[in-house]
């Protein structure tokens, strides 16, 4: 018997469109959709006996159907559009910053034009606002259009070019583009991106591929029926306010299911959770919804509690929970296998990858092949990062791969579920909590930024609650605010919170993670808080600011009291500085910071015309992050006066002066604040529920606290 091979190629992106503001700031949908999302079912095409599984996210379908309809562009998309002759300086720094989001090796380096392109722009030192409006500037509008041209020309993958002759041409031609050839790369990309769900529906009525789900905005199930699910795999976890939504967890299941099932004319089986991410819970609940199976990683099965009956726990066999009536059958991935393509195979030229995988699925079936039914080989992973990396996105590859399945006499490409309808199921006693990346959930909570994350998701979460069981908003109004609110619970934005990963579009993902908050709020007709105004992210980029030299022992009065008072302290200047998530000048001007020791200070020079007159209801809000979150709300008004702090702090005051500027000084004892510790400094200022400025915007200051050495290093006369 042949082992069976299970390829689940697993199709995901974040939940970018924002339907109040019919937005859809990243490319990504588009311009995965010419590559990766269109040459995995162009290979399954050329290959009828190597059957596999693609796996949706139903709300990257929405995406592709978004686009596909016109109706929407994205910001991206809109820019490209724009003559390079009249493009604005701020847009040609947003081009040079932007446009070369593709691996350097694979999709920059192979095409000369391109590549003297990322030359002049990252050939040099980082660059300082400053640089990069001067380098925007001495470049030409040919160089801008060609920029354009090349990152969508790019991201085109091999069944685009074998399909569409004019790719290759247009890569001939390989500079001095027109406008013309640009409207030409844009109109193609849309025809491809738009005949993708008919692609899969072809393939799909065929019986070349099976179609599977992972739940509707790709949140993390075990966390949405309890966060503190996060502490079965790590006890010591730090923890969030308590987020328990289990009925979100079954209707973002549930509705996933639907729209599978009304795109493609039947219901479909199968369900990769979120990362592999599951529960006993969660496994009980899939088989109350009729789902066949379910999939995980092999380091959850051996954290798993095996059956007396079958104490074997290999990845080469399917499972039932034995205690559970209707168990959804539960396959697990091989790390090892699945790794090779998605992190290593890049590296190897394409024949010799094929070799090597089939080898070690060769040795898999000798060892684990039983005579009584075959052995399986489940092959789990993202089906479209991977092929950037690839010098030929993949094709040669998979080209090798599969021509040698087509025939092999030990083993055979087939979906999951023909392959759990010829193997039986072995009995499990209890599957362990956790995902595909260490078996566990730390990459979506436990950091301090995760954990502010979910407690905004919990807030809002309740105020939704609160809404819907007063009964006073339309049905409409009602799935268009949970849509939102289930959008707002997808992973993506957790996964880039934290230290775990980064990326240059990290201010992108926390604005979204918020903005689809906000929107519940919008929906129903409500304020939106003022801290859903509030980054997420306390790090990031470094930020340009003067640390402290000295102590300083500013007297708080609210006056520059003499020229020498902050002398010594940090300094950081919005004006100079600021970046461009609002528009206009900074209201907040500058921030100086210090310490002596045992207080921390701050001075807040704000826009003068602020203080001329008393605006009532115009607030300051201080907030410092570093295990906790403290935050001061400061009347800007004249006087000095102790205000208490607000959220999971304790008791603690701050003595506050405004008069032509706001200066506060607070105690290190009362904060928990320990020499030579790092802690994060935002300022805001608010009229009522309206956010007027934040400092720094879209980030926060990293101050440190004074250690032995800072106060060995000040010299005193």
């Not at 179609?211 to 029926?225: E, G, M, N, R, W």
Request: with cysteine; aromatic share 12%; glycine share 6%.
């Amino acid at each position: 018997m042949r082992a069976k091979v299970l390829f689940v190629w697993h199709m995901h992106q974040p939940f970018y469109y924002d339907p109040v503001m019919k937005e859809m700031p990243l490319p990504w949908v588009r311009l995965h959709g010419i590559r990766g999302y269109n040459d995995l079912p162009y290979m399954a095409d050329r290959f009828p006996q190597v059957r596999t599984t693609l796996n949706f996210v139903p709300s990257l379908l929405d995406q592709m159907e978004l686009l596909s309809s016109g109706k929407v562009r994205d910001s991206y998309h809109e820019l490209t559009l724009s003559e390079a002759s009249s493009l604005s300086l701020e847009e040609r720094v947003f081009l040079l910053r932007n446009f070369f989001s593709c691996p350097f090796e694979s999709m920059i380096k192979p095409y000369p034009r391109y590549a003297a392109l990322w030359a002049r722009v990252y050939g040099q030192p980082a660059h300082s606002p400053d640089q990069w409006q001067k380098m925007a500037s001495g470049m030409t509008a040919q160089d801008f259009l060609d920029l354009q041209v090349w990152f969508n020309l790019t991201w085109f993958g091999y069944a685009a070019r074998k399909n569409h002759p004019e790719i290759d041409e247009w890569i001939r031609k390989g500079s001095r583009f027109s406008e013309e050839d640009k409207k030409g790369v844009l109109e193609l990309q849309m025809r491809i991106v738009s005949g993708l769900v008919p692609l899969y529906r072809r393939l799909h009525d065929a019986g070349r591929i099976e179609i599977s789900t992972s739940p509707y905005f790709h949140p993390i199930l075990p966390l949405l029926i309890s966060s503190r699910f996060a502490r079965r795999p790590r006890p010591e976890l730090s923890l969030p306010e308590e987020f328990s939504w289990p009925e979100d967890a079954r209707d973002q299941l549930k509705r996933a299911l639907e729209k599978q099932e009304s795109l493609w004319g039947k219901p479909i089986s199968g369900v990769w959770p979120s990362e592999g991410s599951v529960c006993p819970e969660l496994i009980e609940m899939g088989s109350t919804m009729g789902i066949a199976w379910m999939a995980s990683d092999e380091d959850v099965l051996k954290n798993s509690r095996p059956s007396d009956k079958w104490r074997d726990l290999s990845p080469y066999q399917t499972y039932r929970i034995e205690s559970l009536s209707g168990s959804p059958r539960l396959i697990f991935r091989d790390r090892g296998l699945s790794d090779r393509i998605g992190f290593l195979y890049a590296r190897y030229n394409g024949t010799e990858a094929a070799l090597d995988l089939i080898s070690n699925m060769e040795r898999i079936e000798q060892a684990a092949n039983r005579g009584d039914h075959p052995a399986v080989i489940p092959i789990i992973l993202d089906g479209e990062n991977p092929w950037e990396s690839y010098p030929d996105g993949g094709y040669l590859f998979l080209n090798s791969l599969f021509e040698r399945l087509e025939h092999h006499p030990r083993l055979q490409a087939v979906t999951v579920t023909e392959a759990i309808q010829e193997v039986p199921a072995k009995p499990l006693a209890e599957i362990s909590s956790g995902s595909w990346i260490n078996h566990d959930f730390n990459i979506w909570i436990g950091h301090h930024e995760d954990n502010k994350a979910w407690n905004y998701l919990g807030k809002t979460r309740k105020f939704l609650d609160e809404e819907l069981r007063k009964g006073v908003h339309s049905e409409e109004t009602i799935e268009d605010a949970l849509r939102e609110m289930y959008a707002a619970e997808g992973s993506d934005w957790f996964w880039w919170f934290g230290e775990d990963f980064e990326t240059v579009q990290s201010a992108d993902f926390d604005r979204l993670f918020r903005v689809h908050q906000q929107n519940v709020y919008r929906l129903l007709g409500k304020d939106v808080p003022l801290y859903l105004h509030e980054p997420v992210q306390v790090g990031g980029p470094d930020i340009s600011a003067n640390q402290p030299v000295d102590y300083v022992q500013p007297v708080i009065d609210g006056l520059v009291t003499h020229y020498y008072e902050w002398t010594g302290a940090g300094m950081f200047d919005a004006v100079r500085t600021q970046g461009s998530m609002f528009l206009g000048d900074p209201l907040i001007q500058k921030l100086y910071y210090g310490f002596d020791s045992e207080r921390f200070y701050l001075r807040i020079d704000l826009d003068p015309g602020l203080l001329v007159a008393e605006t009532e209801g115009q607030m300051v809000t201080v907030r410092l992050h570093n295990r906790e979150e403290m935050e001061w709300q400061l009347p800007l008004r004249s006087g000095a006066l102790d205000v208490p702090a607000t959220g999971r702090t304790p008791d603690t005051k701050v003595l506050w002066a405004c008069k032509k500027v706001g200066e506060l000084a607070l105690y290190l004892k009362d904060l928990g604040l320990l020499p030579g510790e790092w802690f994060y400094l935002t300022v805001e200022l608010s009229n009522g529920q309206s956010l007027l400025d934040q400092c720094p915007r879209g980030r926060a200051l990293p101050v440190r606290v004074p250690d032995e050495r800072f106060a060995q290093s000040v010299w005193r006369v």
